[in-house]
């Protein structure tokens, strides 16, 4: 177990300043090619990249909002050796953070890209619960699902455990793109994609895949048997949990029966052991003989939430009228009913919008997308909104350039965290800053 120390997130030294200082003014031009000025609904943007992340290559970045504004950003680097997973936490909105903490336990042992990423999830009593898709020794596409758990608030570590249990079947190696969420009693809960039951699963990614699940009832120390949580998924595109009360669980997810890659939602009631409702979201008959590579996401708090997905073209197209145009759409759901409401286009000032991602916020929701905002550069930037408790979209506000994923999180009762991984000349660096109202 290692014990993490803080640092300080201005980097010393003029040269390191000026990096710093030229990477914050890009931010603010980007932020710039909002409608008008002033109606953004972040006004204030603070870079605080950390100190260690500055200068150093990396991507897939995420992040985990917790009890006290404490914030846990996770990302990969990569080497001769693999890719590894890292996580720092801060505790005093970005202006320190805990030194970076290496979470594979063997040197390059992690499987990631942007869809299939490593996250985190806070629970209470300062619990902090890491999951990602750990490479297999034994070939170069097998990897099991791996666990670590922190009850300081990521100050030291436990082991790591692998919690699909066909880990052992030579058979059985596709397994990725992990959800993770705490219970309201404290269970850590985890949700993957699975290849166990599919012909293609020990070749690689298969045609069709399923959901499993595991749940842990001493805060990620031992994890229960795998259930099935849901059948006929879209083996490529990521998963979302949300949790809300003591046992309600609800996974946005993308199916695949008959090559139909429309979004879905599964809801549970009793801590995630059963899944009683699995709904289709949007019949948008997005048919693909292929891997679309972008997955749903969902916000649960009270009775529902809200869900964003992408769509895209189909080769059935001309014979399907009334298929919605391709983008990134978003639509109120509720326990029980699943949409409930009028589905929106969230295209409006950006182009080509994809890879939707929601979050909750203290008042209202954080909707975020990559793409090209309308009237600027060419190069992708991530979009960030917020929609407001009576369902007015605020204008977007445009960050960083060239970005290839993102994460956003609450921060407050009104503002937001946003990560970002950005191609910046040879390298893919991270970026991380706090949004605030005036």
Known sequence: MRTARPT???????????VALAATLALLLAAGCAPRPGATPWPDVHEVTPDFLVERAAGDPSLAAGPGGRLALTWVSRDSLGADAWIAVTADSGETWSGPVRLNERAGGVS????SRPVAAWGERGLLVAA????RDTTGHAD???????????????????????????LSTYHG??????????????????GRFSSGGAGGEPH?????SAISPDGGVTWSANALVAGEVCPCCRLTLASAGRDTVALAYRGAFDDLRDPRLAVSYDGGRTFVEDTLVSADRWKLDGCPSVGPSLTLEGHGGHYAWFTGESP?????????????????????????????????SLAAASFPTLARLGRGTIVAALGKAVGGAERRVLAVRRLEPDGALTPWLYLGSGVRSAAVAGHGANGAWAAWAEQDEARTRVRLARLGAR
């Open 8 to 18: 300080a997130v201005t980097p010393p030294g003029r040269a390191r300043a000026l």
């Open 112 to 115: 990631s890209y942007p869809e």
């Open 144 to 170: 099991d699902i791996a666990v670590r758990a922190s009850a300081d608030g990521g100050r030291t570590w436990g082991g790591t455990a692998l919690v699909n249990d066909d880990r052992g079947d030579r």
């Open 208 to 212: 069709v895949a399923d959901v499993f």
């Open 316 to 348: 059935e197209d001309s014979l399907l009228a009334g298929r919605p145009a391709p983008g990134a759409y978003l639509v109120p759901w509720r326990l029980g009913a699943g949409a409930a409401g009028a589905k929106r286009a969230l295209g409006d």
């Open 132 to 135: 990602w898709a750990a490479a």
């Open 177 to 194: 793109f992990v959800a993770l969420t705490v219970l309201g009693d404290g269970r850590p809960f985890v949700a993957w994609i699975d």
